[in-house]
Nanobody
Framework: QVQLVESGGGLVQAGGSLRLSCAAS????????VHWYRQAPGKQREWVVY???????SYSNSVKGRFTISKDDAKNTAYLQMNSLQPEDTAVYYC?????????WGQGTQVTVSS
């Protein structure tokens, strides 16, 4: 079983930045793709970005140019650098990993952007 722990969320003003971390209990990120999803209150969960085991990335249009995903396989950790945050980015952010190693989700971290 793989545990994922998201951290780094918090309260930030519009235009600010946050860096989220996603720590895995194993080296699953060297095998699987890591995604970031988010879920705002009253809305469906939304896919944000992914990075494959080989380092290929893809971003949703809503965050392209503002968010950057990366990972450090040696630390079993993925990151989401979020810049130019807006109130509509307010959500719980999750970093599921999916692939040959199985699918796993963490508990999420809350990001709140004030206007």
């Amino acid at each position: 079983q793989v545990q994922l722990v998201e951290s780094g969320g918090g309260l930030v003003q519009a235009g600010g930045s946050l860096r989220l971390s996603c720590a895995a209990s194993t080296n699953i990120f060297s095998i699987n793709t890591v995604h970031w999803y988010r879920q705002a209150p009253g809305k469906q969960r939304e896919w944000v970005v992914y990075i494959t085991s080989a380092g290929k990335t893809s971003y949703s249009n809503s965050v392209k140019g503002r968010f950057t995903i990366s990972k450090d396989d040696a630390k079993n950790t993925a990151y989401l650098q979020m810049n130019s945050l807006q109130p509509e980015d307010t959500a719980v952010y999750y970093c599921p990993t999916m692939g040959c190693g199985g699918d796993y989700w963490g508990q999420g971290t809350q990001v709140t952007v004030s206007s």
